[in-house]
């Protein structure tokens, strides 16, 4: 069983940077797969950053790509979104997800979700 909880989200303006934590409970935690998500008022939810438990390979939506970076902290059973250059149109719910494969239509678990608003 993994419980994970973000946190960091907040309001800022357009150019500003801000970095997300999702900190996990569970013993298991550095052999799951890690992502965040988000979503936006009225839009589907969207996977903007992967890394992977094995070997720390990211991948990036091309929406974030450049401006956005997710690390991982095995010790400290952690996973960052580290947010620079952000946009108005990166105004959204922001989640942590863990997943014991690649399945990110249906990860194992989810955090609560995190609101970050940026004003322009």
């Known amino acids: 069983q993994v419980q994970l909880v973000e946190s960091g989200g907040g309001l800022v303006q357009a150019g500003d940077s801000l970095r997300l934590s999702c900190a996990a409970s569970?013993?298991?935690?550095?052999?799951?797969?890690l992502a965040w998500f988000r979503q936006a008022p009225g839009k589907e939810r969207e996977r903007i950053a992967t890394?992977?438990?094995?070997?720390?390979?990211?991948s990036y939506a091309d929406s974030v790509k450049g401006r956005f970076t997710i690390s991982r902290n095995n010790a400290k059973n952690t996973v960052y979104l580290q947010m620079n250059s952000l946009k108005p149109e990166d105004t959204a719910v922001y989640y942590c997800?863990?997943?014991?494969?690649?399945?990110?239509?249906?990860?194992?678990?989810w955090g609560q979700g995190t609101q970050v608003t940026v004003s322009s």
């Open positions: 890394i992977s438990w094995s070997n720390g390979v990211t």
């Open positions: 569970g013993r298991a935690f550095s052999t799951y797969n």
């Open positions: 997800a863990a997943d014991k494969g690649t399945d990110w239509a249906a990860p194992d678990y």
